[in-house]
């Protein structure tokens, strides 16, 4: 069940994250550094005192089976998806919804911190819109991008609009929801329906 809109953004974002946590395989350490980062959210401590717990708890001590921080001899794994997956919930759970605060705190406490900006930017943005993003920096943006500014071989000349990118966008969460989770999209109400036993994709 999707909250009400008028619920505010923070609830909002920390009942997706809550309910995106119950697919995670209990014994996994995706599951674990969610549960370590909630809690110590829900105690109150602040953002920088989790982020440093996250480094010690995982990439010194290695709890719940995280290892990357001796498979990886260069950086130590700093790029590797969990130690940010972890970096990440403290940005989304501690920005509160506050898509500059976000931000900030995703490029402060991440190791391969592109990565958690981007997610929860791009999440935020997605749900704000681009009018809402424009008023939370108080400025106007461009609606196109360049990839190729950092990767090479895409159409166009890397040159893409948010606008098609949102389209493209929609069109993979329909096929996987009428595909993998044998749901439906709802045209006339603009949503997506999934059964509520519905198959996880991947799965």
């Not at 990565?115 to 009018?131: D, H, Q, S, V, Y």
Request: aromatic share 12%; charged share 25%; hydrophobic share 35%.
């Amino acid at each position: 069940e999707i909250p009400d809109k008028n619920i505010p953004m923070k609830e909002r974002l920390v009942w997706m994250a809550d309910e995106a946590r119950k697919g995670l395989p209990e014994d996994s350490y995706s599951a674990k550094m969610y549960d370590f980062v909630k809690s110590r959210y829900a105690a109150g401590d602040v953002w920088e005192a989790v982020r440093d717990s996250l480094y010690e708890k995982y990439q010194v001590r290695q709890e719940d089976g995280y290892e990357w921080s001796t498979k990886e001899p260069v950086c130590h794994g700093c790029f590797a998806a969990g130690i940010n997956f972890g970096a990440s919930i403290i940005s989304l759970l501690y920005g509160g919804g506050d898509i500059r605060e976000t931000i900030k705190i995703g490029a402060l406490s991440g190791w391969d911190s592109d990565n958690p900006t981007a997610t929860w930017g791009g999440l935020l943005g997605f749900m704000l819109g681009k009018e809402g993003v424009e008023q939370a920096f108080n400025r106007k943006f461009a609606d196109q991008f360049n990839i190729h500014r950092t990767r090479i071989g895409f159409p166009n000349g890397g040159i893409d609009t948010f606008g098609e990118m949102a389209k493209k966008g929609v069109l993979v969460v329909d096929r996987v929801v009428q595909e993998q989770m044998k749901g439906g999209v709802d045209l006339a109400n603009d949503a997506w329906y999934i059964p509520a036993n519905a198959v996880k994709p991947g799965s």
